[in-house]
């Protein structure tokens, strides 16, 4: 996976603008590419990292998530859960660039928030290596992170959900087998016990 800046230019202003839709800035329309390997960014390259923050009032939303990790953001979403960064996973052929794997970042809002995504993600971890097992071209890998806010300077917790190729295992593999790895985690995460 190539190594990129984990910041936001301001972390609060975007959670509230997910929370409400009129809150922060107002919503409007905000320059999306694509480039010829499926990243959907600012400027169309490929491993660019440049894309508008938005959330589900956004109506570009959508359109800026990548169609492979859908189903993971929509079992997040569905969890009360905060994405902040998605990757499908792209290969970039004849290009001297590192393949990326499929994920999703989860920012926790609050600490309820917090608790029900580590309960969440190390029971998750837990099922998937104990016998519910991912094709085996995947590895379930949960990590945690820092988000750098660059308004405040503040770092936040966030949790990076990375579906990588197994030891062993190509690229090719992994990308015949990441589709239904998806299916599976996003149903897990749709279908595990939320906190009252």
Known sequence: MAPYRNDMDDVMEFVARWRSPHSGRPSGYYRLA?????????????????????????????????????????????????????????????????????????????DDVADDVRETLVRLARTVEDGQRLPAAVDLQVWRNGLRCLASGRTFDVYDVVLAPAAGRSVDDYFQAVGDATATIASMLATTHRPT
């Open 34 to 110: 694509r480039s010829r390997f499926g990243n959907v960014n600012a400027t169309g390259e490929p491993a660019a990292y440049s894309a508008p923050d938005l959330t589900p009032h956004d109506a570009q939303w959508l359109q800026c998530i990548e169609e492979g990790v859908r189903p993971l953001v929509r079992a997040a979403v569905g969890r009360g859960w905060v994405t902040y960064n998605s990757c499908a996973g792209h290969v970039y052929a004849e290009l001297p660039l590192r393949p990326a794997c499929r994920e999703i970042g989860v920012l926790p809002v609050d």
